[in-house]
């Protein structure tokens, strides 16, 4: 799914002759969440005394280089690898919203750290390669600047796990992936297009996965333009991306198998929760799946992305189930 069927083109065409000047602004300005300003690397694993670490750049499936940490665990490597993917509009330190404009302007203006993240999993024994997606961090520009939320990105999923294939010594690791929302979506697109590629994959964390169809509902309905779904695909398309739908977990995840432990925030202030997360996990084809609900907060940023950083117990008991 590409496009717009012919009825929803129709509609939107009739509300693009119908609509105020100020809303169309706002509705561009939702549409333009596929072309955010690029994180950049706040922090890196020195800060948190993590070493041995490098860089690295590993060319996409369509050939786009994408930047990437290697940290090996505590002590020296080990036999385990956990491929870490972020989140729009991220990047692999995480996201700077407190460090102010543009990223603050971005529904929550605080910090998601990432890198303490790997501290976590370093700690644990695990060696941890993570990448900037196109169009992110300091990876290559590719497709117009635009995100595909997943319909390109996989692309760049399936180019680390084909360089960890090809690798002398990660080849031979057990292989876990932790990917967030963007990730995430990318992942099961991945997983949905090459299966053969990730048949050896011991298990999926699986944070924040959204369909954006839930997301543009939702912010839109702040800003009292709910009824203008159609003309924020049209927008999509004229930016040179994907209606909502085609951006979706939901459209890939019959594909997934693997045991996947998956968080989301119930009350998400971002996306049209509990029902928009329920659907994408129901569709999960893993028989070994877990639903965590993180109660109390709308903050889907500040107690969301940070959920594992606050309290790794849970991620690494799931990890240690299947990587032992």
């Known amino acids: 799914?590409?496009?717009?069927?012919?009825?929803?083109?129709?509609?939107a065409l009739e509300q693009e002759k119908t609509i105020s000047a100020d809303d169309h602004e706002k509705v561009k300005a939702l549409a333009g969440m596929v072309k955010m300003p690029r994180s950049f690397l706040f922090k890196n694993p020195d800060d948190y005394g993590m070493t041995g670490w490098h860089d690295l750049s590993i060319p996409s499936d369509d050939g786009?280089?994408?930047?990437?940490?290697?940290?090996?665990?505590?002590?020296?490597?080990?036999?385990?690898?956990?491929?870490?993917?972020?989140?729009?509009?991220?990047?692999?330190?995480?996201?700077?919203?407190?460090?102010?404009?543009?990223?603050?302007?971005?529904?929550?203006?605080?910090?998601?750290?990432?890198?303490?993240?790997?501290?976590?999993?370093?700690?644990?024994?695990?060696?941890?390669?993570?990448?900037?997606?196109?169009?992110?961090?300091?990876?290559?520009?590719?497709?117009?600047?635009?995100?595909?939320v997943?319909?390109?990105?996989?692309?760049?999923?399936?180019?680390?796990?084909?360089?960890?294939?090809?690798?002398?010594?990660?080849?031979?690791?057990?292989?876990?992936?932790?990917?967030?929302?963007?990730?995430?979506?990318?992942?099961?697109?991945?997983?949905?297009?090459?299966?053969?590629?990730?048949?050896n994959v011991k298990c999926l964390v699986s944070p924040l996965v959204p369909n954006m169809?839930?997301?543009?509902?939702?912010?839109?309905?702040?800003?009292?333009?709910?009824?203008?779904?159609?003309?924020?695909?049209?927008?999509?398309?004229?930016?040179?991306?994907?209606?909502?739908?085609?951006?979706?977990?939901?459209?890939w995840a019959p594909n997934v198998k693997l045991p996947v432990l998956m968080w989301q925030v119930r009350d998400d202030a971002v996306i049209d929760n509990p029902s928009d997360a329920q659907r994408t996990f129901d569709a999960l084809a893993s028989t070994d799946k877990e639903l965590i609900w993180i109660e109390g907060t709308t903050a889907?940023?500040?107690d969301g992305y940070n959920w594992f950083g606050r309290q790794p117990e849970k991620v690494l008991s799931f990890l240690g189930k299947y990587m032992s």
């Not at 590409?2 to 929803?8: D, F, L, Y």
């Not at 990047?91 to 603050?104: F, K, M, T």
Request: with cysteine; proline share 4%.
């Open 213 to 251: 169809d839930s997301v543009f509902s939702k912010l839109s309905g702040y800003q009292g333009i709910t009824q203008y779904q159609e003309l924020i695909d049209l927008e999509l398309l004229k930016l040179g991306g994907f209606p909502a739908a085609a951006m979706s977990g939901a459209l």
């Open 1 to 11: 799914m590409t496009g717009i069927s012919k009825e929803r083109m129709q509609k």
């Open 300 to 302: 889907r940023f500040a």
């Open 64 to 148: 786009t280089p994408l930047e990437a940490w290697y940290i090996p665990a505590k002590g020296g490597e080990s036999n385990k690898l956990v491929i870490f993917s972020h989140a729009l509009p991220m990047c692999r330190a995480g996201y700077p919203g407190h460090l102010g404009e543009p990223w603050s302007n971005f529904v929550e203006a605080v910090e998601i750290d990432f890198v303490i993240q790997y501290k976590h999993l370093t700690d644990a024994g695990y060696n941890v390669l993570t990448f900037d997606f196109r169009n992110h961090g300091q990876s290559g520009a590719a497709n117009g600047g635009i995100s595909g």
């Open 150 to 199: 997943g319909q390109w990105e996989w692309r760049d999923v399936v180019g680390v796990k084909k360089y960890v294939d090809a690798h002398p010594k990660l080849s031979k690791m057990d292989v876990a992936l932790f990917s967030n929302c963007l990730g995430g979506i990318s992942t099961y697109a991945a997983i949905s297009k090459r299966p053969e590629l990730f048949e």
